[in-house]
Structures are given as C-alpha cells and as structure tokens.
C-alpha cells in the first residue's frame, strides 16, 4: 500500500492488551498462549511500551517446571515464548477483575506506572487477547473471581465514549468464548471467539516431560497463520478469521463483523497485530539564521556538597 | 361476668394499642430512617448546566483594523470599503455550534505613517514597523499598500498580525473579497474550526491529513533528541544539541510556556541502526530508501530509544548518521528525485532526519572526530515540530507569507493554534462531562464523592469562563481556562473511586433485606390488621351503646 493510503485506515498506533487470567501448573497452557500471542506481536512491530501483559502466574519460575526460565508452546519446536526480554506488566495476584477493568477506562490510581496505563487515544487500533476458564456469560480471573459479559460490554462501551480506540479486535479462547462477546455493543470492534456457547475449547497436545498440556488448538493454529506474517504482508483480517476450520479445532469458532465498519476482507492483518507507521516526506524547512552557539561553562552555581554520604540505617536500631 | 369481661376488654385495648404502636413506629419512624441509612453517597452534579452546554454556540470574537496608506482613496472609498467588509462577513456563513463575530475599522494612514513606509526597503522593516505600532492579540491589521510601493508587489502575510495588500489598481470589491478570503482560509478558518470542534464534540467523521498528524493538546509534551551512531569506533560524533536547543528551540519553548509545558531531554544510542536494507544507488556510488521502505524503519529503532516516566505524548527526533557500508544515504521521491532535507516525520510520532557525515581519510587515526550542522538538522526538526504540534497553516500559492527565520511560529499562527486548541478543548470537556453525567446517571450504584462535585463544578465554570473571553476576543485567558477546563473534566471523569459498588447489587437487594425483615414484619403486620379490626368493631359498638 501506498502512504497515501495509509491516512485512509485512520490509525496511527497499535496497541495491544493480553491477559492470561488461570493460575496452577495445569493451566500451563494458558500462559503459553498469551505468550505466543506477545512474540507475534513483538516482531510483527508492537514495542514493550504498548504493550499491556497480564499473566496470572509465574510458570517459568514455577518449582514444578523441570526447565526453569523457560515456557515452551511446543514439545516439539522448544520456542522458548518467555524468553530473556519478556516484559510482564500485572503479575501473579495482579490481575483481578478490578485491574482489567481499570486498565481499560483508564481510572487508574494517579501513582501507576506508566507501563501500567493503557495510554490509547482515538487513533489507537487495539489488540485485546483472553484466555483462560470459561462459561456461559462469564470469565474465571484467578479461581477467585469472575468477570461477566455485560462488566466486558460496559468497558468498552467506556473506552468509546472517552475516545480511547479507533478499532478494537477481541480475540477469546476459552470454553463458551462466544458468550464474552453477544453483549458488546459499542462500535469498531471485531471480534473472534474460539467455541460457540455450549461448546469447550479443547488444548491441543500435552508435553509427556512437564505432564501438562502446553498450548491450546485455537492459539496453536492462529500462531501457525501468524507466523507465516511479516511486518510488510499483504495479508487480511478475513484470512485469520477463516483460521482454525471445525476438523482441526473441534470447536467451532465464531466470529462477530457487525460492529465493524469496515469490510475485513480488506483490512490488513498488520492493522492489528502489527505496528506499520504512516509517514511523510519533507519536502522543504524552514531556514534559520545562524545563532552563535554557547557553550555552557561549568555552572558555578552546583556547590558541591562537602558532606560525606551515608546510607540510611536499613534497621533502625535502638541506641 | 362484668367485672371480667371489663379487664378482659382492657387487656385487649391494651394489645391493641401496643399493636398499633409498634407499627406506627416501625412505618413512620423505621422506614425513612432505613431508607436514609441506606442510601448511596452521592453529590449534586450541575445536570441541567451540562445539558446547556451540549447545546451552547460558542462565539468567538475577531477584530479586524484596515490601515489605508493609497493615497487615491477617498473617505467615502473607506466608508464604501467598510460596508462591503461588513456584509462580506456577516453573510451566508450559517451559524454553526461555533461562530465567528468580526468588529471591523476601517480608516485613512496618519501621514507620519505614509511617509515611514515609504522610507522602508524591506519586508522585514515594514513588518517591524506595523508590529512595533499596532500589534495585539487577536487584532489583525490589514495594510492597504500604496501603488507604488517597491516592496510588496503581491498580497503578503507578515510574521506578526498584519497582511499587506497592494491595493492601487484594484476596486473595492475585489479588495474585499480578497481580504474576507484571507480571514477564511488563512488568519481565521472558521470551517476548519468548526470541524475540529464537531469532531471531538463526538461527531467521527473521517480525518483529514492534517489531523491526523498532530497530537491533540495534552498539558505538556515531552521531546527527545537522539543521535544515532552505529559506528563509533569510527566516528566520533560531536553534535551540541544542548547549545543548539538554547539557541533555536528555547524562544519558542518561552513563548509557548505560558500554554503548554515542553520538556526537552536529549541522547545518544550507539551500535544500533535502521535495520532494513537500502538499495544499491546504479548510476552514483550510494544507497537509498524509497517512500515505501521507511514505515519498517521506525518501529526496531523506537524499541531501543527508552521509555520515560511521565504520562505525557512524547516526539521523538532522530539524527541518524549511516554506517560505512551504507554510506552516503538519501531519501527519493517516487520519480527518483532526492528529497531536499533528506527527512521524513511519522504522524503524532516525530521525526529522522539523515545526516552525511563525511568518512575519515584513509590511515587516519580511528575514531575520528566529526561536527554535525546544528543549524541544518534543527531547520529540519523545527519544521517537523511545527506540523506535529500543529502550527504550520498550509496556504494558497497565490499569497506569499514571509519567512519566518528564528522566531519558528508566527503570532497569527499562535492565535489560530491558541483558538483551535481552545475551542477542541472546550468541545473535550462538554463531551466528557456528558458522558459522565451519563454514566453516573446509568448506574445509581455509583458513589459520587465530594471532590468529583467540585472538580464538575470547576470544569462547568471553566466553559463558562472561557466563552465569556472568547466573545470579549481575548483568546489567551479563554484558553487558559480552557485548560483548566479540561483538567479538571479528565480528572472528574478518571477518577479511580468510580467503579460500581460489586458488593450491593440491585438484583440481589431482597435476598439481603428478606432475612432481616421478614420475620418480624409478618407479625408486626398480623398484629396491626387485628388492631385496626378491632378498632372498627369498636366503633361500631359505640353508636350501639350509646
């Protein structure tokens, strides 16, 4: 595409949220999910800086895990999706209901981190990923707690009214994914669900090392069509809503184009997952006139402090 | 038995009016004081204001003095002149959510004045001159140039506020259409005001280039210089940003400080580049990109350049010095052509510019010290921060604007920059407001403290404030409630106390309450309806006995 056209697609940054919301070794395969989800989107593009990674528990570090530092979505291929640059923004008991929410508004305590804020605006396309425990209208955060369909519809509803998207693409997979998304009613958001109500999401092969299943069908073939994506492909969001047809994934996956204004088989795949900038050439400056440069003495005015330094006593201890 | 049956009666009398007294107590006293126990803090918010103000039109003020020096008009010429700017102005333009209101004078030079001008041989003294006289904010000043003037030969806008138009040849009515085209395309632009307003008042229509490039006003920015040198141990790069940042960018920072905050911090990468593979230049020995090889460059630089601790936007501007196998290289345009300034900007991101440092002489003594041209690569920068903090004004071939040199903006482009930010700001805080009020009113269950009442109450006065110094013409202060506007509105709205209470929910109120209620309150009622029975029965008696 030419750079023309790229005003035409009306975003100018790429964000994405991932959330991993199981805890226990057993859900193994749900943080290998999201992890897989945050490689593609780090080399298709999207920096660490917007990105928001929340996974529930620490599998890499986990006592349980015979390889540690490591998380592996493959007995095979042994990718290593934790890696040694992985930037983990809510952690372990971090991610609650509360937190995704907040994260999503954006009413956020005024002492957050900035790696902790969704800083989209109106020109933001944002990847949204879940994975996890499922039901009929709900998500399981954390064997805690829950966070139902209308909780979710109501966020985003929010985030429109804020302006705080341009388009939104919703990706779930989990059992009953589709209900997550049958109450969203805000617009520019498209949606892929791995299972139908009434319907589990099934994992897709179990590593005989470690025990546990390592990833699951639907992740496991939409990251077989992302790999296959670089960040100048031609690819659309219609091929990847095609992915995973019902003799490979068992479930059937169900998808959701109403609220989306725009035809997907037109739209790019890298609108999403990837981060292609607009640019422009400069064709001509201002001319300036020549200002002599001064060069800065040593500022006279720093005294330096005579007082030796110390470290502050760690234990206050009694006199 | 008589005596019998008389206690027998005043034990029941007695029942009954301990009956009647529990429940007069229980409804009379108990609801309302449970009802008032229970009920969800919640502050009075302005409502019917912040309705009002979803449907106000703003109007906004512009004064227009036109200076004749051509000696040929006549007063009555003026008079003339003035009527048809008058109705030039006041005409078709349908009043929108936001109108313009222009106060035109029209009157003859003072002689002094004439006879200074012709003295002046250069635009930029006849700019120095009226801007030392007339200038003031908000207050433009049309100059009606003398037939013979050598300088201005074509209508030509100053860097301050006035606009010289040699008026000689021409007749009246062209002279005003000419000037009322000047204020709606250049100096005022009410239709791309009105537009921007309608947008972020919620409207979504599809953006124009120019939007889309520039950040929307934020409390401050935060700007980064890098230099990026893959090589130093080949060259050692000596580029006085922080000198260079006080000699050309400080001006601007001082003369915008009083509207925004800009935060200047610079830095130097090393042994990291612009990842893709330029093509192998056939005809000279060099290397270029072409236009659509330069999206996939920023993205594996941006990853290294850090990342910063406060929430505002950041620009980013690159110095990219090649490497030595890719060096020298340009930029070209689809036919081939060299881009002139060897740059390009990312909207809403910043900018890269290329510097072609020259390669060190063979068996000279590794690293070699080189200069960068501050002056070259700040020319760059500066022209690419007026497009992304959207200052620069495109306008028609047909009129010549005068260079604007050292002083980076130009004061008629801070008053439309001023007007547009105001008016997006306003139009921000109503919409924000709004859908506050309609959250707040969706769902009863939210508590609404006392400090989000009165950041509402700031931002409503804000607004109003801010109108009030839009019609009076005085941009500055109206912008600067509008900013205080907008804060406090984003302050009301993010705050973090506004999350529904989870452990109260309508549906579930009964289940709480049953257990509480029902046990005493079917006897109490049992009681009651056996009391008034009675009551009634003894009333009938009365009339009986009697």
Same mark, same amino acid.
């Given at each position: 595409t030419s750079p023309e056209e790229f005003f035409k697609s009306g975003h100018t940054n790429n964000w994405a949220v991932l959330v991993d919301t199981s805890r226990f070794w057993f859900n193994y395969r749900h943080v290998a999910n999201v992890l897989s989800i945050y490689r593609s989107c780090k080399r298709l593009g999207i920096p660490d800086s917007r990105i928001i990674l929340m996974v529930a528990d620490d599998m890499a570090c986990n006592p349980r895990n015979p390889r540690p530092a490591t998380v592996f979505n493959n007995a095979n291929n042994q990718i290593n999706v934790y890696g040694d640059d992985v930037e983990v923004d809510y952690r372990g008991y971090e991610v609650t209901v509360e937190n995704f929410i907040r994260v999503l508004t954006g009413r956020l305590p005024p002492s957050t981190p900035r790696s902790k804020?969704?800083?989209?605006?109106?020109?933001s396309n944002v990847l949204v990923y879940m994975t996890g425990h499922g039901g009929d209208g709900f998500l399981k955060f954390q064997d805690a707690e829950e966070i139902s369909n209308v909780e979710l519809a109501d966020a985003f509803e929010q985030m429109w009214q804020k302006r705080r998207y341009h388009e939104v693409f919703f990706m779930i997979d989990t059992c009953q994914a589709e209900s997550m998304f049958q109450k969203f009613y805000s617009p520019n958001i498209l949606a892929v669900a791995s299972s139908k109500v009434g319907e589990d999401s099934l994992s897709h092969h179990v590593d005989p090392s470690i025990?546990?299943?390592?990833?699951d069908r639907y992740t496991y073939y939409a990251l077989e069509f992302l790999e296959t994506v670089t960040p100048g492909s031609k690819k659309t969001m219609g091929q990847f809503l095609e992915v995973c047809p019902k003799y490979q994934c068992i479930s059937t996956v169900a998808k959701r184009t109403d609220l989306f204004r725009r035809d997907v088989n037109k739209v790019l795949l890298t609108d999403f997952f990837g981060s292609v900038r607009n640019v422009e050439l400069l064709p001509d400056s201002i001319h300036l006139q020549n200002a002599t440069l001064h060069t800065h003495s040593e500022d006279s005015s720093d005294v330096k402090s005579d007082k030796p330094l110390s470290y502050a006593q760690q234990f206050p201890m009694p006199v | 038995m008589p005596g019998e049956e008389a206690s027998e009666e005043k034990d029941k009398s007695i029942q009954h009016t301990a009956a009647l007294s529990f429940g007069f107590i229980c409804l009379i006293i108990g609801i309302p004081l449970w009802w008032k126990t229970t009920e969800v803090y919640r502050v009075n918010l302005p409502y019917s204001d912040i309705a009002d103000l979803w449907n106000t039109k703003f109007q906004f003020t512009i004064d227009i003095d036109v200076v004749n020096l051509e000696k040929s008009w006549t007063d009555k010429d003026l008079t003339d002149l003035s009527k048809l700017l008058k109705a030039n102005l006041a005409d078709d333009r349908k009043v929108g959510a936001i109108f313009p209101k222009y106060r035109v004078a029209v009157r003859q030079a003072a002689e002094k004045q004439s006879s200074d001008v012709t003295s002046l041989k250069t635009l930029a003294a006849l700019d120095e001159y009226f801007h030392g006289e007339e200038s003031s904010v908000n207050k433009y000043l049309i100059v009606l140039m003398p037939v013979n003037n050598a300088v201005v030969k074509q209508t030509t806008i100053g860097n301050y506020r006035a606009v010289y138009l040699p008026?000689?040849?021409?007749?009246l009515k062209t002279v005003s259409s000419e000037v009322t085209e000047i204020l709606h395309s250049v100096l005022v632009r009410e239709d791309a005001l009105l537009k921007s307003f309608q947008n972020f008042l919620g409207a979504r229509e599809p953006k124009d280039k120019a939007s889309m490039r520039s950040l929307s006003y934020h409390q401050g920015y935060d700007i980064l210089f890098t230099l990026v040198n893959p090589q130093p141990d080949i060259l050692d790069i000596d580029w006085s940003i922080k000198e260079a940042v006080e000699a050309y960018l400080s001006p601007m920072v001082k003369q915008l400080s009083d509207y925004i905050n800009l935060d200047i911090k610079s830095q130097m990468l090393f042994f990291t580049g612009l990842r893709r593979k330029p093509h192998k230049d056939k005809k000279n020995s060099g290397f270029y990109y072409e236009e659509t090889d330069l999206p996939h460059t920023i993205n594996p630089l941006e990853a290294n350049l850090g990342s910063h601790a406060s929430n505002n936007p950041m620009l980013n501007f690159i110095v990219y010095v090649p490497s030595r196998d890719q060096h020298p290289l340009h930029i070209v345009l689809k036919n081939g052509?060299?881009?002139?300034?060897n740059s390009f900007l990312s909207p809403q991101w910043g900018g890269i510019v290329v510097q072609n440092l020259p390669s060190p002489p063979?068996? %000279?003594? &590794?690293p070699v010290r080189v200069t960068v041209d501050m002056k070259t690569v700040m020319e760059v920068f500066l022209t690419q921060l007026r497009l992304l903090m959207d200052f620069n004004i495109q306008v028609k071939k047909d009129l010549q604007v005068r260079e604007v040199g050292n002083d980076v903006i130009r004061e008629w482009e801070l008053d439309n920059w001023l007007r547009k930010k105001c008016l997006e700001n306003l139009a921000t805080s109503i919409s924000t407001l709004q859908s506050l009020t309609a959250l707040l009113e969706g769902i009863s269950n939210i508590v609404i403290q006392d400090d989000i009442g009165q950041q509402v109450e700031n931002a409503v006065t804000g607004i109003k404030e801010a109108h009030r110094h839009l019609s009076s013409g005085q941009i500055a202060r109206a912008f600067t409630q509008s900013r205080k506007a907008l804060a406090s509105s984003e302050k009301a709205f993010f705050?973090? %106390?506004? &999350?529904?209470?989870?452990?109260?929910p309508e549906d579930q109120k009964f289940a709480i309450y049953i257990p509480l209620f029902l046990p005493i309150g079917l006897p109490i009622l049992g009681s009651l309806f056996k009391a008034i029975k009675w009551i009634k029965t003894k009333r009938k008696q009365k009339p009986k006995t009697e």
């Open positions: 804020r969704l800083l989209s605006d109106e020109h025990g546990v299943y390592v990833i | 008026a000689g040849k021409r007749d052509e060299k881009v002139k300034t063979p068996n %000279s003594s &590794l705050d973090p %106390s506004l &999350l529904e209470l989870l452990y109260f």
